[in-house]
């Protein structure tokens, strides 16, 4: 199986988040990057179904140069090859303007491929929309928010999570399939795997190189402002003798919240 | 013209659909055009209920081979149905359904796509539309360039509000043209959880447990009180579901799920910036925890600081009593 896995950096879930009101972006010194949750754990599947079937396993971020320890990590949990699509643009928090990269660059540098993994959604953005876009620009079937996946010759099945419930998704390959929590646990890298990574050489492909048409760079989205949340205010504390503070508790939910 | 997907789950229409409906009623009027619910499906679908809800025209968009989901299949519905009535707009609700299909929509149009938002306004006579990211640590404003523009919205965000008594709306049924061949991949089956507990994106009350509930047993203790309130649901932090006390489905917080509910209970979760982001949106906060410096008294609206297993069993009682009245 021919296996692309798509990854990209974003700041680690315990990041604080501090606004530049100047560029309506985020403030990124002080914050620790790394690969996107689901990614990993779209990493992890596309190497387990390379030792049950045999394969490669690339992976492809599309990102700048402060991306390529995210792919250096990828390498040494024990992917084949690493790719970085060099786009220096700022965030965009544009699905479609990412979706049409990746779609290109799988047209024209990694044609052939079976599967296109990805994580449900980049920790960050938490737009959830560039797998299904990849999909529709390919023409390809997509499962979404997969727990479970299984490939049989040339077809695939996957479960997918849904409220309450999960949809059990038949396709056929070559199919885009994004990953959720899990699905698997992802594994550490070994050293070993850490030392082969640091030879390995991290190909860099150019926008310019992909064809893209005029117009597909230019983001839909147009940012008018990005702001932290006001802080909520410290509320009542009940404190005391649990009957009393339980009695109290319900008392403030349904007459002073009315929530309940 | 701004259209609304309605989705429909064992033939009824979602509450997060109608939502959309409702979000959409609000901002046409605004703009001074009209709107549209729109309906995939098998020939002949109902669209009981619907007519109640306000929208100026419904459209039935109807194939054999849309009995089922996949992306490809509504996609294509609804791609020629934006061709054929030019919306400016075209909403969803931010379900599994919704973040599945409408980026698949959105990229046959070339469109831009608004995910998951919570607040939309008209601004210069178009729409502009808040949505949180970094899980909710911060919250992005922004337009679009695309006409149309797509949009997925927040269940339990948008208020259900009583549509204007108008004319009973136009009922239009499209046959769609599905080639063969489109449709690579569909839905074979849905799998029922047992229980037929509500999801939490979808409850009105989310009553979640951590670390301090020490053990899976325990969350019955939360399963006992979210019986007790209609459309309650029990939610979880991450260590109790990496703990392996709850599947990940319940899980609340950055690598979970944001919730809005109308009462967010935190029993025994210290409030680890992931929960927070996931959770911080809610309209009341409530939080029983042992820990007086816990992070979640910070923005808890209601706090208890004592055992919650001394707690909740007499919040339980205590709520049969009001709730009885």
Partial sequence: MNILVFVKRVPDTESRIRIRHETNSIIEDGLNFAASTYDEFAVEEALRLKEAKGGTVRVVCVGRDEA??????????????????????????????????????????????????????????????????????????????????????NAGTALREIEGAAEKVVFSLPAVVSAQKGLNEPRYE??????????????????????????????????????????????????????????????????????? | ???????????????????????????????????????VGAAGGGTAGLEACGPDRIFCLEHPALAAYSSQGFAKALRDFVGETGPAALFFAATAMGRDLAPRVAAGLGAGLASDCTK?????????????VYAGKAYLSFTVRSTPV?????????????????????VVRKSVDIPDGLIKGRVAEVLKEE?????VTEADVVISGGRGLKGPENFGLLRDLAA???RAAVGASRSAVDSGWIGHQHQVGQTGK????????????????????????????????????????????????????????????????????
């Fill in chain 1, 68 to 153: 390529l320890p995210v792919l250096r990590k990828c390498l040494a949990m024990g992917a084949d090859e690493a790719f970085l699509v060099k786009d220096e643009a700022p965030e965009t928090y544009d699905g479609l303007r990412t979706a049409r990269v990746i779609a290109r660059a799988v047209e024209t540098k990694f044609a052939g491929a079976d599967l296109l993994l990805f994580g449900k959604q980049a920790v960050g953005t938490d737009n959830g929309q560039v797998p299904s876009m990849v999909a529709e620009l390919l023409g390809l079937p997509q499962a979404n928010v997969v727990t479970r996946l299984e490939i049989e010759g």
């Fill in chain 1, 190 to 260: 070994t050293l070993k795997g850490i030392m082969a990574a640091k030879k390995k050489e991290i190909p860099v492909i150019k926008l310019e190189d992909l064809g893209l048409a005029a117009g597909d760079l230019e983001p839909q989205i147009v940012i008018t402002g990005l702001d932290v949340p006001p802080e909520r205010k410290a509320g009542k504390i009940l404190q005391g003798d649990p009957a009393e503070t339980a009695r109290g508790l319900a008392a403030l939910l349904h007459n002073e919240a009315k929530v309940v």
């Fill in chain 2, 1 to 39: 013209m701004i259209a609304v997907f309605m989705e429909t789950r064992d033939g009824k229409i979602k509450k997060s659909s109608l939502e959309a409906l409702a979000e959409a009623g609000r901002r046409a009027g605004e703009l001074h055009v009209g709107t549209a619910a729109v309906l």
């Fill in chain 2, 120 to 132: 939309i306004a008209v601004k210069n006579g178009g729409l502009e539309f808040t949505r949180p």
């Fill in chain 2, 150 to 170: 797509v949009a997925t919205l927040r269940p339990n965000v948008f208020p259900l509000d009583a549509p204007p008594a108008g004319a009973a709306p136009e």
């Fill in chain 2, 195 to 199: 229980s037929s507990e509500i999801d």
């Fill in chain 2, 228 to 230: 007790l309130i209609p």
């Fill in chain 2, 258 to 325: 944001t919730v809005s509910p109308n009462l967010y209970l935190a029993v025994g979760i210290s409030g680890a910036i992931q929960h927070l982001a996931g959770m911080s949106s809610s309209k009341v906060i409530a939080a029983v925890n042992k820990d007086p410096e816990a992070p979640i008294f910070k923005v808890a609206d209601y706090g208890v600081v004592g055992d919650l297993f001394e707690v909740i069993p007499r919040l339980k009682e205590e709520l049969k009593k009001v709730l009885a009245e």
